[in-house]
Nanobody, 123 residues
Framework: QERLVESGGGLVQPGGSLRLSCAASVPTFSRCAMAWFRRAPGKEREFVAT????????YYADSVKGRFTISRDNAKNTVYLQMNSLKPEDTAVYYC????????????????WGQGTQVTVSS
C-alpha cells in the first residue's frame, strides 16, 4: 500500500527556515515524480514545487522561487523541501504528492498524497 508521511512542520518566525521531509512507502518511488503542494487558510490547495524521478529536473511556483529548494534521496525513499526566508504568507498545510512518470504541476495529476504538515510563520 502506498503511503506518504510528511514531517518537519512547525512554528517559525518570519525570515526563518524549515526543512520538510516526506517519507514514501512507494515501491516505484525511483520512477515517481514528487511534488509539494500547500493549502493556506481559506484558500485552495496550490502547487509549490516538483522534482523529477531522477532528481535532475525541478519546477517551482513563482511565489517560492529562490527561497525554497526541493530535493530527493532515492536510496531513502524521501523527498525534502528546504524553505528559507519564510514569510507569513507561507503559512499553510504542506502536502507531499507522488505520480508515476514525468513531472507535473497540477493537483489532479498526482495519485498519492500525504496527510500534510502544518507550517506557521509568525512573530
Amino acid at each position: 500500500q502506498e503511503r506518504l508521511v510528511e514531517s518537519g512542520g512547525g512554528l517559525v518566525q518570519p525570515g526563518g527556515s524549515l526543512r520538510l521531509s516526506c517519507a514514501a512507502s512507494v515501491p516505484t518511488f525511483s520512477r515517481c515524480a514528487m511534488a509539494w503542494f500547500r493549502r493556506a487558510p481559506g484558500k485552495e490547495r496550490e502547487f509549490v514545487a516538483t522534482v523529477s524521478a531522477e532528481g535532475g529536473v525541478t519546477y517551482y511556483a513563482d511565489s517560492v522561487k529562490g527561497r525554497f529548494t526541493i530535493s530527493r534521496d532515492n536510496a531513502k525513499n524521501t523527498v525534502y523541501l528546504q524553505m528559507n526566508s519564510l514569510k507569513p504568507e507561507d503559512t499553510a498545510v504542506y502536502y507531499c504528492a507522488a505520480r508515476l512518470g514525468a513531472t507535473r504541476t497540477r493537483e489532479v495529476d498526482f495519485a498519492s498524497w500525504g496527510q500534510g504538515t502544518q507550517v506557521t510563520v509568525s512573530s
